[in-house]
């Protein structure tokens, strides 16, 4: 059964396993892993491993760290350390970096251009923008005064930019930063992004990391063609949170539900087949174009922006006591 | 039956009255019209004129103005005046002056307070504010310098307040109203809010008057405690635009049909009151707290916030080529 | 010599006392005295006693407390705690509340209403919406629930608004006012305001309290008419920050400055008054509407208001190691 | 005498071309032209056509074509309209096409790529990004359908980049940009930027275009290093408005014309070196870092933006009625 029976609208891989696992059980090419972490947090990880895994699952085949906080987006300032310490863990984990320096206790003294993806102006799409506004920009100064302006201590160059959408610039994401990066040789790219789920309670509350780059597509707008190693010529990981569910996604799941439940009471009249079908007629072309979004996301954005900014500043400044502040 | 049967979340009579004649027929003691005015533009009427009505319509007495204008949100500087000239004929109409003034090429010299309702921060929630941030504001000159000032024409004296919402003031809207109108003696008020609509085709594309005031509950946020002339002290005319729907709604909404269309076909087992049971046991508690809203809100309520202030200036201080400007 | 002899253009008691003492010596009627406390931190009070030297001072009778704290603006999370403290201190010892409150590991129990002055899109104009923004406001949660809500502790009543500025609104700040203390009874009033300084050193460094209410023509807005016990109704606070000088005011001086410099050395043919009117003759008019900031203004606002509102919160609710979160 | 002499701080030709003259006399190798077009509006040029002269005048050889409007930042549709189309006839003038191409009534078929400077968090610093925001972008739309899109007229492909500042990037504007113009190859680049001036009266009330790119140190933010068709690899049109006079500069221009003034009248002791050395003495070191802004900038700032990207669509895209609108 091909990709196109699915109509999972999810950048989340961790959701299309569920799906994939609850629909045909283990999937052979994929390893799944799973652990908490105190506090309610846990970290999953989904691992692809064959190319047929990687069809199945309908994204490339790589690593996919998942971290879920119940609490994310309520306001407790330690918890908040406490998920960016976890965040800055798992990325310092997936950096193209040495055995050595993956210790988040050993300094770092690598290159890294972050991205924030998305629209600035579109509130629940502006997170990669967001969390380039509150990043300690290291490169500048280094590249004037050398480590002497960080009294010697090893430091990593780290520089940013938001591209904007092609709606707003004309051109293509991977056109902007294949360009920057040829100029600028950072060791890798590191991109932020809102992303779509498929299930609202994942809502602000779960952060994905990924080795494979984004795949077209993803995200709440247009940022097409892959942003990758191939395509950037540098190691691309991305950094996502769902912001948003897509109306006719919750609409399909929930009539999907009725029909089981239906089924399951009094009928079994109709096959799988039927009645996704049947679903399907019934969904409105009006959902097209409209997005499901928590009440408080002009919040949610604040918060996440700043408790992801500081997981990339400990990540790769290492960790001190206080980051950039405010 | 009675209204907590029908638990419709929206704050359109329009589609109140939609919902009831559907279900009942007509409805005595509810007048309903309709009339095309070219260019897709469809003004309806619905006048609740008996309280048993106003129970049946869950909404007080009143007269309810809707423009449908489905081009509304799109780019198109005339046609956005063609609108703003309707709204501002609509509300002519429904204020508190003699018939002479009535007609909109007649000079005006009333004095109104217009209250933005709703958040600023939260940008569906935003129409309010911004519609004021956007109005001709005349009282103080009035006050300061008289009608010289404005080449001793008739001049209506504006005023425009913002009073936030309640996690952000910790008062009721009614008691900052209260208070300002019985300081600065406006003839009436006028009130502008983002509405939630049952229907996801209305978003951004329909306006509601009326001069009964708000309704406890309406809008997406808590603008609690009615705002009407018994309440506030002066005649309140409400005006609205729905910009978001429940999540809650949009997935009940596609369960009911979904029911309807199964037992049409097949079964018929099902009465209408196990349905609705069935269809609400399905739906996800997780869904409090969700709006849907179109991907574009926050270009939507930039045009319709230049749109409404436009017909509330012409309205108020005549048709002049040029209102305020950009 | 009246006032008006003296074109000092600033919102500072402070600079007024300092300009007064230069010219005249020490003024019958004001008390002056200046308190290190440690980290650079100066408290200064100037305590007006009588309606002479409130002519002379060009502001009514009362008390003005001044911070000044050269780090205020620079970043550092630590630093700010302690200026909060201190202004919380300070504003609890001139609440209109009972000796034994005063002290600030008291708790309180009053009903406070914060007015943020000033226009929220000019950005040095915008501190007082932004410290309303940050301030935690428990007015309506008392009102619902009770102080069960709070675990049975003694909490404040806080309210916040933001009235806009006349020429958004057409009705002066003290109407709104007004209005609103007649309604919801707040014991008190605070407002904040950004401020004109005439030192340019001063911009951002500085927090002056008093408790005479607001002066007439303060602010680079223009919150005309009084805010104070008597035009509002309850006693009035009020806290500002300077964040602009007049961009004649730095001409006017510097100019002052080099014909003092020039008369000095070798002529001393002009006595003040000439040299007065000299340097006022050559002050541009296109000077007027012009007004003097900090490059990075929208950065300070951005912290002062975090700072001032952590303030208002411990000097009103008490000192939680936590207060609103960011 | 060296261009250290005259600490001018001003990004207008017209302003050095002034200041040069008046010191001078006329300066061989600049050539100057004033020529008025109705409403007010002045357009003069300052042509420096050989290397001394550019020495002279502290900028490089080419042109720099200046309109001033006095009402420019005052509410009025129509004139507006009239610069617009005044700043659209001189930069087509000033683009690199043919002969032909230079009427605004023919069709353009170039590639254009329009750079937003500055930093779009510090009002009178976001024009460029501002005037990016409102630009009628085209480059994606013919890339993916063609001339098709727009009925097979002659369009030309528009793109746009905010890049941001040094601070917020970690990188130089002109590194980004050589990339994007590497993988993009736009025909040309347009940059928008925010100047400082000398003169008060000049603020926001005047547009320089020049053919010769950006000199460092312009702008009020530090965009670093040239850009130009040398660094960038396209021919550099700029664009900029003054919205900012340095603090510093107003002082010491109205303490020389002071000097000025009391030498002429009794003294005449001081020759010219001694009155600059005097003035600088006593300019104050804490002017630094802080500018002179009017007092609606953020009104003027929304305005000019306006303004300008209508002159950039009606040069690029040719003279429709209608732009983008709002």
């Known amino acids: 059964m091909q990709e196109e029976s699915y109509p999972i609208r999810t950048d989340l891989a961790l959701e299309s396993q569920e799906r994939l696992q609850k629909d045909k059980g283990i999937v052979r090419g994929v390893r799944f892993s799973e652990e908490p972490?105190?506090?309610?947090?846990?970290?999953?990880?989904?691992?692809?491993?064959?190319?047929?895994?990687?069809?199945?699952?309908?994204?490339?085949?790589?690593?996919?760290?998942t971290i879920e906080a119940p609490e994310m987006i309520e306001e407790d300032a330690g918890y908040h350390r406490n998920i960016s310490m976890e965040l800055a863990k798992i990325l310092r984990q997936m950096l193209p970096v040495s055995k050595a320096e993956r210790d988040l206790d050993k300094g770092l003294e690598v290159s890294a251009l972050i991205v924030g993806l998305g629209n600035r102006e579109v509130t629940p799409d502006a997170l990669g923008p967001r969390v380039v506004d509150n990043l300690f920009i290291?490169?500048?100064?280094?590249?004037?005064?050398?480590?002497?302006?960080?009294?010697?201590?090893?430091?990593?160059k780290v520089s940013g930019?938001?591209?904007?959408?092609?709606?707003?610039?004309?051109?293509?994401?991977?056109?902007?930063?294949?360009?920057?990066?040829?100029?600028?040789?950072?060791?890798?790219?590191?991109?932020?992004?809102?992303?779509?789920?498929?299930?609202?309670?994942?809502?602000?509350?779960?952060?994905?990391?990924?080795?494979?780059?984004?795949?077209?597509?993803?995200?709440?707008g247009n940022h097409r063609n892959a942003l990758n190693q191939e395509s950037v010529g540098v190691p691309v990981i991305s950094l996502g949170v769902p912001t948003v569910v897509d109306a006719a996604t919750i609409v399909s799941d929930a009539m999907t539900?009725?029909?089981?439940?239906?089924?399951?009471?009094?009928?079994?009249?109709?096959?799988?087949?039927?009645?996704?079908?049947?679903?399907?007629?019934?969904?409105?072309?009006q959902l097209n174009g409209l997005f499901v979004t928590p009440k408080n996301i002009d919040d949610s954005i604040k918060q996440l922006s700043f408790?992801?900014?500081?997981?990339?500043?400990?990540?790769?400044?290492?960790?001190?006591?206080?980051?950039?502040?405010?």
């Open 37 to 65: 972490r105190g506090n309610g947090v846990v970290v999953s990880t989904v691992i692809i491993e064959t190319e047929n895994a990687a069809k199945a699952m309908g994204r490339p085949r790589g690593t996919y760290v």
């Open 138 to 156: 290291t490169r500048h100064i280094l590249n004037e005064f050398g480590k002497y302006a960080f009294a010697d201590e090893d430091v990593s």
């Open 161 to 220: 930019i938001v591209p904007g959408v092609m709606a707003q610039t004309g051109m293509e994401c991977v056109e902007i930063l294949r360009g920057v990066v040829k100029e600028t040789n950072p060791d890798f790219v590191i991109t932020v992004d809102a992303l779509a789920a498929r299930n609202v309670k994942r809502l602000g509350r779960t952060i994905q990391l990924t080795d494979t780059g984004i795949t077209p597509g993803s995200g709440i």
């Open 257 to 285: 539900e009725l029909i089981e439940a239906m089924s399951l009471s009094d009928l079994e009249k109709l096959d799988e087949r039927e009645r996704r079908e049947l679903s399907r007629e019934l969904l409105s072309p």
């Open 307 to 326: 408790l992801i900014s500081e997981g990339l500043n400990i990540a790769l400044l290492g960790n001190k006591e206080e980051g950039k502040g405010i």
